[in-house]
């Protein structure tokens, strides 16, 4: 199984980022005030992309199996050419 290391960095990575954004207190700065959002929005977009990620790479496994399963029926027709 390939552990894709990118998705948990994301989740980390944005969590801090929104951790950070509550620390600070604009209060009467309208920098801080702009800082705070971005910086939230930063955070939730990460979440976000790494759902999308998660959630993608879980969906291709399982296309993966179905495939395989397909490609191991026989073809009835095929057998019947050797008589």
Same mark, same amino acid.
């Given at each position: /199984?390939?552990?894709?290391?990118?998705?948990?960095?994301?989740?980390?990575?944005? @969590?801090?980022?929104? @951790?950070? +954004?509550? /620390?600070?207190?604009? $209060?009467? +700065?309208?920098?801080? #005030? =702009?800082?705070?959002?971005?910086?939230?929005?930063?955070? @939730?977009? #990460?979440?976000? /992309? =790494?759902?999308?990620?998660? =959630?993608?790479?879980?969906?291709?496994?399982?296309? $993966? @199996?179905?495939?395989?399963?397909?490609?191991?029926?026989?073809? +009835?027709? #095929?057998?019947?050419?050797?008589?």
């Amino acid at each position: /199984m390939k552990l894709n290391i990118k998705t948990p960095v994301l989740v980390t990575v944005s @969590i801090v980022l929104i @951790i950070v +954004s509550s /620390m600070l207190r604009p $209060e009467g +700065s309208t920098l801080l #005030g =702009a800082l705070q959002t971005l910086l939230l929005g930063l955070g @939730i977009l #990460g979440c976000l /992309m =790494a759902f999308l990620r998660f =959630a993608k790479s879980g969906n291709s496994k399982g296309k $993966e @199996i179905n495939k395989g399963k397909s490609k191991s029926k026989g073809n +009835s027709k #095929g057998n019947s050419k050797g008589k």
